[in-house]
């Protein structure tokens, strides 16, 4: 025996399709075997036939005859074995559902011709008496065993048709699936009938027809050979992916064929990958996981995947693989993520995703417990950091810096007085002054004050500005050029919008009252424009608005001039505003009609106002940043998930991330300093922490 390496041309099959009972019936049957009106010589013959998908509850009725040989549920290949009985056989394959209805039906003709031995048929010859007359007897009878072998059938020809008995096909198929990739080990055996065995088989054998066709009857390969028996190797590297009919047919030497088939499958299609909840490019947080399917007729042999070459640990559920990572184990930047399997012929699938990891980094501020429950921050233009917060626990204003690093925190005790550093801001100057203004409220809540704290670089001087009623909750501040600082705060008791501000000529604080109307005034901002003009939004608490009062700083009071922001149901409240360079007036609150959280421009003369975000009553105790490039940073709190949530607005869209979730404890304060710094409250830790990127 020999090995033969064959090597054949790109045929492109022909996919089959059949019908039947209306469209929504429709079954879809790639490949069917045998051919209409195929001849064969033994009367065992394998029906093939491939569908595209499985439906539930269908079955197979395989008929010879009329005879029912076969009866199973469908599957994606299905192989069956029948034996043909007439020399002219109906086969018929039905696909029946649960009540019998036939929704695809296939019927062809085959005809077995089985060798048969001619018998010599026995002739009687009559030989009538010639009377010679002139011949010699010896010529006569010469003429007569003459006209007697024309008249007998040549032997040779009686047995032409029984030389060659079968002719065998083995397939090496390590699978039992009858699918190969690139390689087909054949091995074939041409049998030779029992009364010529003791005659040389090439005197019998003219050759042997080594044929491969697609479903459509193309040829796609062939080979003739003269061995009766060989082992040999087909390549296959270059035959697409579907089913082939393998035929090895033997020549006698009167031209008679006989042959022998069988169904074979090609695939090099890798597995198909199904990936859930992994896009590119997408961002990832903290613990992630993504469900994996891999599908393949042949058998999925491996699945996994890696992260910059490095393996995911999963889980399988069924035919399902779940990855999962912690991404807080890797440093923020972009990785690539590959997802990779293989079926059992050794087809494989690789599909790669980059993701950015971008998990908030968390920093302890004041580890001391009841910091930050009140926190106000302030990005000076060195890229200082400075925060007003008040301790709980030991009922004090504190004042802690940063200059970038996020760590180290240089912490200061600013108002030791019990109750001290309610609803703080805080401000600092051209001059490197630290300004805060903040509310004295004892612990029954029936006394409060408005106080002022300045730093010089050495000292804290610490003012009361308003004892009067309950004043001072819901602090601003604001300085001007000149180092003169502008606060706004209301008046519970009275329920009126304060401002207070220090009058240089006259050398004192004077308190101004913009709106007293019923009650108004409460969750105030304060902020500057470049034409040192005075802006103020606060709620009109018994309407539920929210407004906007603005006069120039030298101007008086008369010079207060008012506008209503948004007027459509409750809304106003916890309104923090900024000012950017371009004198356009940022707002944010919540609406507590919509329970979402709102956002308000006025570019010129007209507000433009928008919901950021309405998903679990989001919006109380928000904080306000907007960069040099006009870019809204927003910080909230959602009290139903204790949430801080962070917003981002590029002049188009809100992106809003969770960057806090189920341990926050209200007040938030945001700026952006290359990144997003968010400062929070931790109800887990009773301590003021901050999250960054």
């Known amino acids: 025996m020999r090995d ?65 040989v076969y009866k199973k549920g469908l599957i994606l290949t299905n192989n069956v074995v029948v034996e043909l009985d007439k020399p002219t056989n109906i086969i018929l394959v039905e696909f029946v559902d649960s009540n019998n209805d036939i929704v695809f039906s296939k019927e062809i003709t085959v005809f077995y011709n089985k060798p048969e031995t001619k018998e010599v048929e026995k002739r009687k010859v009559v030989v009538k008496p010639v009377r010679a007359k002139k011949p ?12 007697i072998k024309e008249q007998l059938p040549k032997i040779e020809e009686v047995r032409e048709s029984i030389y060659i008995s079968s002719v065998n096909i083995d397939l090496k198929d390590d699978l039992g699936l009858n699918t190969f990739k690139d390689l087909i080990v054949l091995k074939y055996i041409v049998n030779i009938s029992e009364e010529f065995k003791n005659k040389p088989i090439l005197d019998i054998l003219k050759g042997v027809e080594v044929e491969i066709s ?7 390969f062939s080979q003739e050979l003269r061995e009766p028996q060989a082992t040999f190797e087909i390549k296959t590297s270059k035959l697409p992916t579907g089913s082939y009919i393998l035929t090895v047919r033997a020549i006698d030497v009167n031209g008679r064929a006989y042959e022998s088939s069988k169904w074979i499958n090609i695939d090099r299609t890798p597995p198909i990958l199904s990936i859930g909840s992994l896009t590119n490019n997408m961002i990832v947080r903290d613990v992630f996981s993504f469900p994996v399917e891999a599908k393949d007729d042949s058998g999925v042999s491996e699945v996994y995947s890696s992260m910059n070459e490095s393996k995911l640990e999963y889980t399988k559920k069924g035919n399902v693989y779940v990855f999962t990572f912690n991404s807080r184990s890797y440093q923020n930047g972009r990785y690539t993520i590959q997802v990779y ?14 993701i950015l990891i971008d998990n908030w980094i968390e920093y302890v501020v004041d580890g001391n417990s009841g910091a930050g429950f009140h926190v106000a921050s302030f990005l000076d233009n060195d890229g200082g950091i400075h925060l007003a917060y008040y301790n709980s626990v030991k009922k004090s204003l504190f004042y802690a810096y940063n200059q970038g690093d996020l760590t180290n925190w240089k912490i200061q005790l600013v108002d030791s007085r019990p109750d001290s550093g309610k609803y703080p801001s805080i401000y600092v100057d051209r001059f490197d002054r630290i300004h805060i203004a903040y509310t004295y409220i004892n612990e029954r809540w029936d006394d409060e004050d408005l106080r002022y704290a300045v730093y010089d670089g050495k000292n804290w001087d610490i003012k009361t500005l308003d004892e009067q009623d309950k004043a001072g909750r819901y602090t601003g501040i604001v300085v001007d050029d000149r180092g003169v600082p502008h606060i706004s705060y209301y008046n519970y008791t009275v329920g009126s ?27 105030t901002s304060i902020d500057l424009d470049s034409n040192n003009v005075v802006h103020i939004v606060y709620l009109d608490n018994a309407n ?26 409750k809304v106003g409240y916890y309104a923090k505003m900024k000012i950017d360079k371009n004198n356009n007036i940022h707002v944010v609150y919540y609406d507590a009609t919509q329970k979402a959280l709102k956002y308000a421009v006025k570019k010129g003369d007209n507000w433009v106002k928008m919901v950021v975000d309405k998903n679990d009553d989001p919006g109380r105790f928000n904080s306000i940043f907007v960069d040099s490039n006009f870019n809204v940073y927003v910080s909230y709190f959602v009290e139903k998930t204790k949430e801080i949530r962070y917003a981002v607005y590029d002049g188009k869209a809100w992106k809003i991330e969770t960057v806090v979730r189920g341990r926050a404890g209200g007040w938030s304060s945001v700026m952006f300093k290359e990144k997003p710094i968010i400062f929070f409250y931790d109800v887990n830790s009773n301590s003021l922490k901050l999250v960054t990127k």
Not at 18 to 38: A, R
Not at 498 to 522: F, L
Not at 547 to 569: Q, R
Request: aromatic share 14%.
């Open 341 to 354: 399997a293989k079926d059992r012929l050794g087809n494989e699938a690789r599909t790669n995703f980059v």
């Open 497 to 523: 919008l304060r401002y207070m501000t220090y009058n240089i000529k006259m050398n004192r604080w004077e308190a101004a009252v913009p709106d007293s109307y019923e009650n108004v005034g409460s969750d």
């Open 214 to 220: 697609d479903v459509s009857g193309n040829i796609v």
């Open 136 to 147: 010699k007897y010896t010529e006569v009878a010469k003429k007569m065993e003459e006209s």
């Open 4 to 68: 033969i390496k064959i090597f054949f041309l790109l045929v492109v099959p022909l996919a089959l399709f059949w019908s039947c009972k209306g469209p929504e019936k429709l079954i879809n049957v790639s490949s069917f075997y045998p051919y209409d009106n195929q001849v064969f010589t033994t009367n065992k013959v394998e029906v093939n036939f491939t569908v595209q998908e499985i439906r539930k509850n269908l079955f197979v009725n395989v008929r010879v005859n009329g005879n029912l």
């Open 544 to 569: 539920g608005d929210l407004k906007h009062c603005y006069k120039g700083i030298e101007e008086t009071d008369a010079y207060w001039k008012f506008e209503i922001i948004d007027s459509d149901g």
